[in-house]
């Protein structure tokens, strides 16, 4: 639904962000399908305009109403669960839940 670019110390990080009503099923291919977009544009922008490619690492943050269950929770924690598919780092979260993005740059 939207992407986020946020410098962090000496990396950036590229926040692909899912919406979803529901459960969030299949949310993670579509970030993944963002992270290609993000990747290609970013590849553009180097050789276009010169930009110096710096650290840069990509990570999704899926946003649902669904209730908690063992697959998808969407229990607000004061620890972050990250997944992993194919390298790409994801969690999920509660939509409406304030989201400090420092707290998923450290872990």
Do not use: A, D, G, I
């Given at each position: 639904d939207y992407v986020i670019f946020y410098p962090h110390d000496k990396k950036l990080f590229i926040f692909l962000c899912e919406l979803k009503s529901g459960k969030p099923d299949g949310a993670?291919?579509?970030?993944k399908a963002t992270e290609l977009l993000i990747r290609y544009i970013i590849q553009l922008a180097c050789r276009q305009l010169g930009y110096i490619q710096r650290d840069i690492e990509y990570r999704a943050l899926i946003f649902s109403t669904?209730?908690?269950?063992?697959?998808?929770?969407?229990?607000?924690?004061?620890?972050?669960?990250?997944r992993e598919d194919d390298?790409?780092?994801?969690?999920?979260?509660k939509a409406g839940e304030v989201c400090d993005l420092r707290r998923y740059c450290c872990e």
């Open positions: 993670v291919s579509q970030v669904s209730p908690n269950n063992e697959r998808f929770s969407t229990k607000v924690n004061t620890k972050v669960k990250w390298k790409l780092k994801f969690c999920h979260l």
